[in-house]
């Protein structure tokens, strides 16, 4: 029997821990109970309605209560409910690894499957120190990636994770990570870029610090660079012009491998499947999830080019006498093994869901929809900023993050102890009050990112941003 309200909120207290969670919020507060989904809103427990401006967790990219993809969930749970991918294999994993392949830029055609991102980051950083012991550089092994950036809460993911404050309780980490500039072009000279440099001088003076680090760190011991397309932690900084062509070229001069981090930025979230398409370059992997599904499902990939994959066709791996999985022992004069996987990575249902998903993705143009509103979106939002608050709106497609600034004219920020009152004391609490669930969030500078479904238009961008002003208009003078 279904609980009511009062029974939800006792046993949600009681025994549900919560994911980055301060339960010491809800001691004296009702904790939050979303009970169902309709397109683009969400409804709690009391019947209230909300504009789920965050997709969730940037995942709901068709929004709520698609009933083809719950019954292709179904369906596929009553024909094969599981079958792990270890050594052996199941349509919906085959089928739709070949569509992503298809999808995804240059000769990226090989899917490994995970549950998540964060596997899909761990699998990928495996895969780099894997891939240069078979071809004989076993010393690449170290990992750069930018301030600020959030790429997953594993012990592998967190210390690739350029957010100290977010890392230091779980310390120590996986060692050999490295930290390289963001492309925050607001605070660029904050950041040590040189005073007066032009959007795409900034880009390439930041893309060069990658190949400074690499020189720092011994070209031989550099393994990959991994990079979202629009840096999520921070409030979405999406890079200049010709950003990531450099960053490619100098991974070609050092033989290092260019890992784009798609977690977020896949499947619609920039107005293509890959934020690499939208910005012109190709990588040697792309890490993704969420959108995939669209959270119908969890699902994750890491998608490799044909070059990564080549080692474990035509090397030969030393006799193992250890114990992984029935069939999945390498023996002496086999193809190397790449000795990683996961139970439910590339779980039958979440493949079909997957598969029903991108379906719907191509039926309905929702990457047109995405192309064809993202121009009126930023335009909506750009209206925010005559607040005296309002510092900076940055972003692309339906990605964006509004920064909040106590000093317009100077960007002065605020002190942490006014970021605790004024994001999670009022803001956070006020725009769900208001009908709007959204991120406020001060990983770095404090910011209230937006990330709608994707089948929003104009009506939705009006509604977020009617209530934005009247919240930050509130937010501006309380400090």
């Known amino acids: 029997m279904a609980m009511d309200p009062a029974q939800l909120q006792r046993a949600a207290k009681d025994h549900l821990w ?31 309605r909300y504009l789920d401006a965050l997709a969730g967790l940037f995942v709901s990219q068709l929004g709520h209560g698609r009933t083809e993809l719950a019954e292709a969930a179904a369906k596929q749970a009553q024909e094969l409910a599981f079958m792990p991918l270890w050594s052996y294999a199941h349509p919906p994993a085959i089928e739709l690894a070949e569509r992503v392949a298809g999808y995804a830029p240059g000769n990226l055609n090989r899917v490994f499957f995970t549950s998540g991102g964060g596997e899909a980051v761990e699998t990928a950083w495996k895969l780099a120190k894997n891939y240069f012991k078979l071809i004989g550089k076993p010393m690449k092994h170290k990992v750069l990636s930018r301030t600020i950036a959030y790429h997953g809460t594993t012990q592998g993911a967190l210390s690739i994770t350029g957010l100290p404050l977010l890392k230091q309780q779980f310390e120590p980490l996986v060692p050999s990570t490295f930290r390289v500039p963001n492309t925050n072009y607001y605070r660029a000279e904050e950041h040590g870029a040189p005073k007066g440099l032009s959007l795409e001088e900034f880009g390439r003076w930041a893309a060069d610090q990658v190949a400074v680090q690499i020189e720092n760190e011994g070209p031989d011991t550099v393994a990959a660079v991994f990079m979202e397309p629009v840096q999520n932690a921070g409030g979405c900084f999406p890079p200049p012009p010709g950003y990531f062509q450099r960053v490619r070229e100098i991974c070609d001069e050092y033989d290092v491998l260019m890992v784009s981090d798609e977690v977020i930025c896949a499947f619609g979230r920039l107005g293509h499947m890959f934020g690499a398409e939208r910005y012109g370059y190709e990588p040697d992997m792309i890490t993704c999830a969420k959108g995939i599904t669209s959270g119908y499902a969890p699902l994750g990939a890491m998608i490799a080019s044909d070059k990564l994959m080549e080692p474990f066709l035509h090397q030969t791996q030393w006799k193992s006498s250890a114990h992984i999985e ?8 086999a193809g190397a093994m790449f000795a990683h996987g996961y139970t439910f990575g590339g779980h039958p249902v979440s493949t079909a869901v997957a598969l029903a998903n991108l379906d719907i993705f191509e039926n309905e143009k929702v990457l047109d929809n995405v192309r064809g509103n993202q121009d009126a979106f930023r335009a909506t939002l750009e209206r925010l900023t005559d607040l005296p608050i309002v510092g900076d709106v940055r972003g692309d497609g339906y990605f964006y993050g509004i920064e909040l600034v106590k000093d317009k004219a100077t960007k002065e920020t605020f002190t942490d102890e006014e970021c605790e009152r004024l994001l999670y004391g009022f803001v956070s609490k006020q725009l769900y009050a208001e009908g709007l669930y959204c991120r406020a969030d001060d990983r770095g500078d404090p910011v209230v990112q937006i990330s709608p479904p994707l089948i929003c238009t104009q009506e939705h961008f009006d509604e977020i941003e009617h209530i934005l002003r009247i919240v930050l208009d509130k937010a501006g003078t309380l400090l």
């Open 18 to 48: 919560m994911h980055f969670t301060r339960h010491s919020s809800y001691a004296d507060a009702d904790v939050p109970v979303i009970v169902r989904g309709e397109g683009p809103y969400i409804y709690d427990s009391n019947g209230k």
């Open 326 to 333: 029935p069939g999945t022992r390498a023996e002496h004069g």
